[in-house]
């Protein structure tokens, strides 16, 4: 059982170039969201899903786009990066039921 | 305003010894969750303990227990008989209810434990 898997760990990236931080869990949970942790704050919530096809932004969207098409994935893309996010991103899933989170091992992104 | 506010940066506590990891919340609804997360240096976030507005119980899950002070918004991580390995940041978050799913965190707070 994988539980959340986020790819890809590390990444560096230029001012102005996209990627996309991937994010899959295989416990069927009907949430799933993005935070960023910057030192010194806690998680900031950037988008999240509350089941595939439905999406929504949290406290920090802007420069990110969500999509859910399936219950497993909920990949995060920049379209066009800034050093401003450059940050430690988390993906975590959870049932509509339970209280817990389970987090991915987060991804480590640096723009220069 | 600050809904988690956590007022210690970091802590240094002697092995063995219990330690309380303080968290003050601020929310105007009757019914909402709070929890306690540890991340070690490793970076994965770890889920330890959660406490509803409404549980008549402080929650307690092995060494670790939450001495929830619902009328001064306090819900305080202790930690008894402090392991080496207990050495990480820990965080406090809150879920207020219509905000569908969505967590607010505290800033978090440095526990070292000593040899």
């Known amino acids: 059982n994988a539980g959340v898997t986020q790819t890809p760990k590390f990444q560096v990236l230029k001012t102005g170039q996209s990627m996309t931080l991937q994010c899959a869990q295989d416990m069927n949970h009907e949430y799933m969201s993005w935070y960023r942790q910057d030192p010194g704050m806690g998680l900031r919530l950037i988008h999240y899903?509350?089941?595939?096809?439905?999406?929504d932004q949290g406290e920090v969207p802007n420069g990110y786009n969500v999509s859910r098409s399936t219950t497993e994935d909920f990949p995060l893309r920049l379209l066009s990066a800034a050093p401003s996010q450059t940050s430690v991103y988390f993906c975590?899933?959870?049932?509509?039921?339970?209280?817990?989170?389970?987090f991915g091992a987060g991804s480590r992104l640096t723009v220069l | 305003a600050q809904k988690i506010t956590q007022t210690q940066p970091g802590m240094f506590v002697q092995e063995k010894e219990a330690v309380t990891l303080d968290c003050t919340y601020d929310?105007?609804?009757?019914?909402?969750?709070l929890f306690w997360y540890k991340q070690p240096s490793s970076g994965e976030m770890i889920f330890l303990i959660y406490?509803?507005?409404?549980d008549e119980q402080n929650a307690t899950e092995g060494r670790y227990s939450l001495n929830f002070q619902k009328a001064r918004k306090s819900a305080n991580l202790v930690i008894s008989a402090s392991q080496l390995g207990d050495s990480a940041m820990y965080f406090c978050?809150?879920?207020?209810?219509?905000?569908?799913?969505?967590?607010?965190w505290g800033a978090g707070t440095k526990l070292i434990i000593k040899p």
């Open positions: 975590a899933s959870g049932t509509a039921l339970a209280n817990v989170l389970t």
């Open positions: 899903s509350v089941g595939a096809g439905i999406t």
């Open positions: 929310t105007s609804d009757q019914s909402y969750g």
């Open positions: 406490q509803g507005s409404y």
């Open positions: 978050a809150m879920r207020e209810p219509d905000s569908n799913y969505q967590l607010i």
